[in-house]
């Protein structure tokens, strides 16, 4: 009897010790790479979307990735980004807008379309009559007037949310559209033009053979801007230099669209990559005699050409083809100020455009104290704004954010325009922490913008791979090289960090603030929600 029981008493043990080791104990394993390297406090934890991570609060200079083991297996292998944008915080029900918060009517567009078609008709065949006396060659281009041009319908897409919905085709087939229509006409772009002989050179601080650009239009008379290329994709900005000398960089333009597309704040007009021959598609179609005197062959026989302003326009900053095509940047024109006007406002924590000032923020780390007391950041979501434009800059490594443009139709409720995203992704190395100065002086964030960092910090929604896989969709991949993918995880760790230490000094009540609602007399946190109940 005894041995009878002695025979039991050792199967079982030997059963338990084969579940323990072959299932408990892989499970255990699983759960503690999971949570390996977060922080156990408690009382800092952030509001949760399910299952998604807590930042790492490590002093390490490089976040450690979550392991790979954790990372579920897909049987379809498929799209990380599809799946991202699947997700619930991806598809929020957003409030069901007004005449008022469309930025244009559909009559009002296509009137402004149809000056836009008078005006280039009078001003070619001016131009023309000119032309023929002074024997200068044209390209003939035949313009076609297309009123569902997808310009058009971006255009009549944006409102005071967003340049575009989460879910709008136009969007792809207007860069489509950029990358492959017919270029027929070539110019300086307005501030160009405004810099180029009206400049008081002893107040600007940048070359402007730095920060060539031009205004393409296509044969539907839609623009968009082309930046060229300045510099390698795998060259640093020099360490000497200041931010303001800065190159400014067309896959910086190309990689920031796609990052604000990902992050969900979609102000970033549609930006793609394109080869463009300058001979035949600039040079050819430049009706400007200021823009064809600045062409010229360089002794590599390369199509070149530069800035022509009062100072600093020589032939040391143009950019070359190869022999005649060159990479740059295509993005979206805006409506024109005449039917949509812009406000630029300056930024109130820009920075000192001198060799040795420093601006108040950077001396005062109380300065946001100050800003929540002044119009327009004590009402609404104007700051909140602010702080998703530096938690973007961040992101991008952009030091230079010295204004920034609202629409004027909507007044201090309206979106805040990322524009002018070029000096960007210049140093993976360093994380400029300085930009992240209006998230961590004020302590103040949103809820939606908050819960999709986290998000993208999960090993299966990394922020690095939907952004690889969302420029692999560029016609001038790679656009960025693996460094700069691997800082964007890097800072998006920093970024989780500084909001838990918010959280730490003032709770989250105070820090996480909720948005997508009507406006208010000041932005509504999470206490003062509670007591409005």
Partial sequence: MRRDRFLLAAALAALFSADFYFILLPKLQSRRHTAGDVCSCSNLSLPSLETLVRPQLSNRTRAPFPSQETSPNFDDGGSKLKRLFSQPLYNIQTPELKQEEKLLQLEQLIEYYRRKVSHWERHKKLYDEAASFTNISLKAQKMTYDPDANWLKFHLGINRYALYSRDDPTILQLLWDMENMTIVSADYTQDEKALKGACDCTQVVKPSGHHLKLALKMHNFGKAMFKPMRQQRDEETPEDFFYFVDFQRHNAEIAAFHLDRILDFRRVPPVVGRRVNLTREVLQVAHNE??????????????????????????????????????????????????????????????????????????????????????????????????????????????????????????????????????????????????????????????????????????????????RESLEKDPLRPVLTEPHFLALDRRLQKILRVVQRCIRRLGKDEVITRDFIKPTATPQTATAMKRSR
């Fill in 290 to 467: 200021d823009l064809r005197a600045v062409f010229f062959t360089s002794p590599a026989n390369n199509t070149c050409f530069f800035a022509k302003c009062l100072y600093m326009c020589k032939t040391e900053y143009a950019v070359c083809g190869s022999p005649e095509l060159l990479e740059g940047s295509l993005s979206a024109y805006l409506p024109g100020l005449t039917v949509a006007p812009r406000l630029s406002i300056p930024n109130p924590w820009k920075r000192s455009y001198t060799f040795s000032e420093r601006e108040e923020w950077e001396v005062n780390p109380f300065f946001c104290d100050s800003i929540k007391q002044a119009y327009p950041y004590n009402s609404g979501n104007r700051l909140l704004n602010i702080i998703d434009m530096a938690i973007f800059d961040f992101l991008i490594g952009n030091m230079d954010r010295h204004h920034y443009e609202i629409f004027t139709k909507f007044g201090d409720e309206g979106l805040l325009l990322h524009l002018d995203n070029a000096r960007g992704f210049g140093k993976h190395s360093h994380d400029e922490m300085s930009i992240l100065a209006p998230l961590s002086q004020c302590c103040m964030i949103k809820h939606s913008t908050l819960l999709r960092l986290q998000l993208l910090a999960r090993s299966d929604f990394r922020l690095s791979d939907v952004m």
